[in-house]
């Protein structure tokens, strides 16, 4: 009886004759074993999003100044406004991905901007800097891996990153704010990724009382921002400019302020879906070029944010 082992160097398993490769990069494999998704700048075609409606949460928020809110926040009215900007997405052919979560959210847990990063082969998972919002990430992570959306990176250690501190200025080069959301550990890991993707990263510091980059800087085309005069840092404002960028700078703080006009998104080129109730700031894009689409937030804004801060934008146009 021959009890010689079976070469198993011939086996494809084992790297025999059978075998093959995999070949593809994971940039390659997004749109066929990974979902179409990724962005690279802040102004193509918007094509997909991901929302989460408000629900019963928001009846756990005790006191709106323990949560990050403003104000105390109508369940009813907030769902309503919620489903309207779901609607506004629709109209403009954007797919709407709702987060389904499948336990209790936390009360912030609408605002998806904050949540992840999305690069051009996934998303980098956020981890949030206050103790009231963290966790929100699981169910991120949850939503992003049913929609077979890549995630590249979980933020770790001590590190804290908010993903609407994180802006691309061009598929070369991301921006970052750092400050009360997103600490230096946090951007660290952020720029490994990155760089490893061929990125570099710029890191401007946010000032005192500010939130995230998103509130100081908004971008409305390829060689277009708009920012928050006295806000915006002097090195960011420099920074776009040695990229060819023009930043223009919002004409009203107090609409700014009280509503939120600077929290909007880009749907295209020279496109804006902007929190409505804002005219000067509304004229004042319009006087660019932009065509201004409006909706009312105002219900969702006493939670402290706007249409910027509740969507988190999973794919633009190539």
Not at 107 to 126: I, K, S, W, Y
Not at 175 to 187: A, E, P, Y
Request: proline fraction near 5%; charge should be negative.
């Amino acid at each position: 009886m021959n009890n010689i082992p079976e070469d198993l160097s011939k086996k494809a398993a084992y790297g025999g004759s059978n075998w093959i490769g995999r070949g593809a990069t994971l940039k390659e494999e997004i749109g066929t074993l990974w979902a179409d998704c990724g962005i690279c700048n802040e102004y193509s075609e918007l094509e997909s999003v991901l929302l989460h409606t408000p629900g019963e949460e928001l009846l756990t928020v005790s006191d709106p100044e323990l949560f990050h809110m403003l104000e105390s926040v109508n369940l009813e009215k907030a769902q309503k406004e919620h489903e309207d900007l779901k609607h506004a997405y629709r109209n403009l052919g954007v797919q709407v991905h709702d987060l389904n979560p499948e336990f209790l959210p936390l009360p912030n847990n609408m605002f998806m901007a904050d949540l992840f990063f999305m690069t051009p082969e996934g998303a980098v998972l956020a981890r949030p800097a206050s103790r009231v919002r963290a966790g929100e990430e699981v169910l991120v992570a949850r939503a992003l891996s049913r929609l077979r959306i890549p995630i590249l990176k979980t933020i770790r250690g001590e590190g804290t990153f908010e993903g609407a501190d994180a802006a691309w200025i061009n598929p070369e080069t991301v921006i970052v704010g750092k400050g009360l959301r997103t600490n230096d550990q946090g951007i660290a890991q952020l720029t490994l990724i990155l760089n490893e993707m061929g990125v570099d990263v710029i890191v401007v510091d946010l000032p005192y009382g500010t939130m995230h980059l998103m509130g100081m800087l908004r971008f409305l085309d390829e060689n277009l921002a708009v920012a928050w005069p006295k806000r915006i840092a002097y090195s960011a404002v420099k920074a776009l400019n040695n990229y060819g960028i023009k930043v223009e700078f919002i004409p009203d703080e107090i609409e700014a302020i009280s509503g939120m006009a600077l929290n909007f998104v880009t749907t295209g080129p020279k496109k804006i879906l902007m929190p409505g109730n804002n005219p000067k700031t509304q004229k004042f894009y319009q006087s660019l070029g932009v065509e201004c689409q409006t909706i009312a937030v105002d219900e969702l804004m006493k939670a402290t944010g706007a249409v910027g801060c509740l969507t988190g934008i999973l794919k633009r146009r190539d």
